[in-house]
């Protein structure tokens, strides 16, 4: 049998998703703004862009990514009832998480030692705050990975009940989507 | 009620309405003012009246709070409480203290009162809401720390739930926030910046974990849906709440010389604070929906439903229509912030502490689940009579700050301040009437508690 088939929907716990839900509408505000903000002032958010290191972001995409695959082999271990795959898979997502935290500090000390701040002009007000505001849901997305590895290990999941793993998941999908709007908005496109 | 200590709660609820009650005669004296100004002058000004409406309301809320914390805390840790001897002196201590303090605000000029007081040794008097002697700020934090250690205790010594935790991050916010009113920064922007922190993050952080967590426990016990379920409700709830309330606060900060980001940031995330009320609304409706028993005490359930929804629309919708830095540039300060004020706090706080009161007086007082029929009746007409007299406070509030903004700021030829409230004089008499309508319906509250006393429980009819 197909092991989608069996899986109800939506996958995870409901109230997850209806986070996730409140946390794309506010991500999408978030993004609206900035778009109305950036046809105001096209010139100045073009010319600060360039300030910007979009290689260590494309970087950055490429380890969100990585880790959401992670992720998802991590379900489909656990989903044939493979409690130490899940686990390995989730370390590795959550290491690709490291490794995306660990280039945007970088970043921001690049940033920061330039004199950078949220005072500086709108297009860094916006950078910093939604770089920022993104980076603490790489933040809470890990410690709910971790937690859910931890659970994990301790052989708390089977294939029969493994609605944590897919909460889990579901949030960090989130987290790597957002980062797929945000990158080409702010980094790339002008 | 399945512990003798719960009975403290009692004291604690009966000040509250005293007070309540109290905080809507200066109220409408202060709605008279408005129109008549000089009505009651010069024994009782304008600002005095004011700061008498304001204060009580903090006061007779707080005591609602402890009062809903000394119920519920042993319940839910299942165990009696820590020491309830603390709780009955710090009770007198608490209403002995906010007596002096309103009798001082009554009966010597404010200025007077600093000098008795020795405000110039320690001074934090003088500003909006947090106008107490600095001596009774500092009675308030003794109070608020003899009350966490009790309430902590309890927690400790039994059974951890997250309605009791949650409850409980709520009160420490609540003891740490009140904390910056002791900071008194001589530069007025920074004075204003932290005067926030007391103000906004009670009412928009930690005060609705509270009432996060009093909805949940009258919820769990009302409607006997699986304490599971309101738990997880509540975690997604507070946390929105928190994300969008902390950064929120920055739509406090547009015009008083704080960064420009404020703008951006106050505009965004206090636009978002109507999420975790929404929320709130439908979780109420559907646990109630999805009851696994019919709860004979209806007024309780009544008052439930009835804060989610009035805290929607007066704290979310009311305070989404001036929250945008925009629109805000025009309305601050006007008419329009009253009307917010005045929804949002009886809808979130005044109404979540009355319906603690609703559930659980009647079992402090010997009942089985609930009052007799007759006093539940009453009690549902005044629930109707405050809440629509409420709501058009409100649109009266709105109509006169529109108006307001039009004529004093807006239009092509702007109007003095007195010029315009003349003008908008209307909406203050209409606001007034209602007022009284208000107060009818506080009276019939106050008299249901003595209605059909000696009649049986209301029962639970077969039909659901």
């Not at chain 1, 049998?1 to 991500?27: Q, S, T």
């Not at chain 2, 202060?30 to 006061?59: C, K, S, W």
């Not at chain 2, 809401?129 to 966490?148: N, R």
Request: aromatic share 16%; glycine share 8%; hydrophobic share 55%.
């Amino acid at each position: 049998m197909n092991p989608m088939e069996k899986n109800k929907w939506p996958p995870g716990d409901l109230v997850i998703w209806i986070f996730i839900m409140a946390e794309l509408l506010a991500f999408g505000v978030f993004f609206s703004v900035y778009a109305f903000t950036r046809a105001n002032h096209v010139e100045l958010f073009n010319t600060y862009q360039l300030t910007l290191d979009r290689n260590a972001a494309l970087i950055n995409t490429l380890a969100l990514i990585t880790s959401s695959y992670f992720v998802v082999r991590a379900v489909s271990a656990i989903r044939k009832d493979n409690s130490k795959r899940c686990f390995h898979w989730l370390l590795g997502a959550l290491f690709m998480g490291v490794v995306f935290l660990a280039v945007k500090s970088m970043e921001y000390n690049h940033h920061f030692s330039h004199g950078v701040n949220l005072n500086t002009n709108t297009f860094y007000m916006f950078y910093l705050s939604l770089t920022v505001f993104h980076f603490l849901h790489v933040i809470l997305g890990m410690i709910i990975l971790s937690a859910v590895a931890l659970k994990a290990r301790a052989g708390g999941y089977s294939a029969q009940e493994h609605t944590g793993v897919e909460t889990g998941a579901s949030y960090w999908h989130m987290v790597d989507l957002v980062w797929m709007v945000l990158f080409p908005l702010v980094y790339v496109m002008r | 009620m399945k512990y003798e200590s719960q009975k403290v709660a009692k004291l604690y609820f009966i000040a509250a309405i005293g007070l309540f009650v109290g905080q809507i005669l200066f109220g409408l004296i202060m709605g008279a003012q408005y129109v008549i100004g000089d009505f009651l002058f010069p024994e009782i000004p304008f600002n005095v009246a004011r700061m008498v409406h304001t204060n009580l309301l903090i006061v007779w809320l707080l005591f609602g709070f402890m009062g809903a914390a000394y119920y519920l805390v042993p319940e839910e840790a299942e165990t009696e409480l820590f020491a309830p001897w603390l709780a009955y002196l710090m009770f007198w201590i608490f209403l002995v203290a906010g007596a002096a303090t309103i009798l001082g605000y009554l009966l010597v000029p404010y200025a007077t009162l600093a000098e008795l007081t020795m405000n110039d040794l320690l001074p934090t008097m003088g500003r909006e809401f947090l106008e107490q002697p600095t001596i009774t700020k500092i009675g308030i934090v003794i109070v608020a720390l003899s009350f966490l250690f009790n309430i902590g205790m309890t927690i400790l010594k039994g059974r951890k739930t997250v309605v009791n935790l949650v409850l409980l991050m709520g009160l420490t916010g609540l003891a740490v926030f009140f904390l910056f009113a002791f900071y008194n920064p001589t530069n007025l922007v920074m004075d204003k910046y932290y005067w926030w922190w007391v103000v906004h993050l009670w009412v928009e952080g930690v005060w609705e974990l509270i009432l996060g967590a009093i909805l949940a426990f009258i919820l769990i016990k009302t409607t006997g849906v699986d304490r599971e379920v309101i738990e997880k409700w509540l975690y997604i709830i507070i946390a929105m709440t928190l994300i969008t309330g902390i950064i929120g606060t920055g739509h406090h900060y547009y015009w008083i010389g704080a960064p420009e980001f404020w703008q951006w940031f106050g505009s965004i995330f206090s636009a978002m604070e109507p999420i975790p009320f929404f929320m709130m609304t439908v979780y109420a409706f559907n646990m109630v929906n999805k009851r696994r028993r019919n709860h004979p005490n209806k007024a309780a359930v009544l008052w439930a439903l009835g804060t989610a929804v009035m805290a929607f629309l007066g704290a979310g919708v009311w305070g989404f229509l001036h929250t945008l830095a925009p629109v805000n540039y025009y309305t601050h300060g006007t008419q329009i912030t009253a009307a917010h004020g005045h929804m949002a706090f009886y809808g979130a706080y005044v109404m979540i502490v009355l319906a603690m009161i609703s559930y659980s007086m009647p079992l402090m007082r010997g009942r089985e689940a609930c009052n007799s029929a007759r006093s539940q009746s009453m009690e549902m007409w005044s629930f109707w009579l405050m809440t629509i007299s409420m709501v058009f406070i409100t649109l009266f509030l709105t109509g006169a700050g529109i108006l307001q903004v039009y004529l004093q700021r807006f239009s092509d030829n702007p109007m003095d301040f007195m010029v315009v409230q003349d003008k908008i004089a209307l909406f203050y008499w209409l606001r007034e009437i209602t007022g009284f309508v208000f107060l009818i319906g506080l009276t019939l509250y106050v008299v249901s508690f003595f209605v059909g006393k000696n009649d049986p429980e209301a029962t639970v009819e077969l039909s659901k």
